[in-house]
C-alpha cells in the first residue's frame, strides 16, 4: 500500500482511499476545472455587467409594457440549486474516503434536485417568452440571453455529474475520486452564480 502514488497506481477503492489521504496539494483535474469555471465567471461577469450597463443606459427598466420579475420563486429555486452543493460535496469526501456507493447516492440526490430546478425553470423561461421577447427591447435580449446561459450550464454540469455516476459505477479509482472533486467544484461555483444571475433577474423588483 506504501507504494501507491496519485497515478494509475490507485485502481481500486482502498488505494484510492489511501492516495487521497496521502495528497498534498490539489490535483491537476482539479486545477483544470478551476480554470475551466474561472472563464465561466468571467463570462458571467461580462453578461451581469452588460445587463447594468443597458439598465443605466435606459430611460425604463423593464422595457414599457414588461411587468417586474417576480421574486419568491426564483429565489426559492436559486437556494434549491445552492443546496446541491452540499450532497457535492458529501459526495467528493465519500469518494475520497473510499465510500463509492455514499458517493454515487448523494450525487444522485444532486441530480435530482437539479433536474426538479432546470424543470421549473424552463417553464418559467417559456412563460416569459410569451409575454414578451428578446428581440422586442435590449431588456429582453440581455434578460433571455442571462437565464438561458445560465440554465445551458446548469445542463453542462448535471451530465458532468451524470458522466462521473457512470465512471464511478464501474468502480472507484484515483482518477475518479479526482473527477467527483472537480464536478463538485463546478457545482460550487454555478451555485454561486446563481446567486449572483437571480439578484440580477429581480433587481428591478428589489
Not at 490539489?26 to 452588460?50: D, H, K, R
Not at 435530482?112 to 414578451?132: E, H, N, P, S, T
Not at 484515483?174 to 437571480?198: E, F, K
Request: proline letters at 4%.
Amino acid at each position: 500500500m506504501s507504494e501507491v502514488t496519485r497515478s494509475t497506481e490507485a485502481t481500486s477503492a482502498v488505494a484510492a482511499a489511501y492516495a487521497a489521504r496521502r495528497r498534498q496539494s490539489q490535483p491537476t483535474g482539479w486545477w483544470g476545472m478551476a480554470l475551466f469555471v474561472a472563464t465561466e465567471a468571467t463570462l458571467f461577469g461580462t453578461v451581469i455587467a452588460t445587463y447594468f450597463y443597458l439598465r443605466f443606459k435606459s430611460a425604463q427598466w423593464p422595457a414599457p409594457g414588461v411587468e417586474p420579475p417576480d421574486v419568491a420563486l426564483p429565489l426559492c429555486l436559486a437556494a434549491a440549486l445552492v443546496a446541491t452543493s452540499v450532497p457535492m460535496l458529501l459526495a467528493a469526501r465519500a469518494a475520497s474516503g473510499g465510500r463509492r456507493a455514499a458517493a454515487v447516492r448523494l450525487i444522485l440526490l444532486a441530480l435530482l434536485v437539479q433536474g426538479g430546478y432546470l424543470a421549473v425553470q424552463v417553464i418559467l423561461f417559456k412563460r416569459d417568452l410569451g409575454d414578451f421577447s428578446p428581440r422586442d427591447s435590449a431588456y429582453g435580449s440581455i434578460y433571455f440571453t442571462m437565464l438561458g446561459l445560465h440554465h445551458a450550464h446548469v445542463v453542462v454540469g448535471m451530465l458532468l455529474s451524470l458522466g462521473i455516476v457512470v465512471k464511478l459505477l464501474g468502480g472507484l479509482t484515483n482518477y475518479r475520486v479526482i473527477g467527483v472533486s472537480a464536478v463538485a467544484l463546478y457545482w460550487y461555483v454555478m451555485g454561486a452564480l446563481a446567486v449572483l444571475v437571480v439578484l440580477t433577474q429581480l433587481s428591478p423588483s428589489l
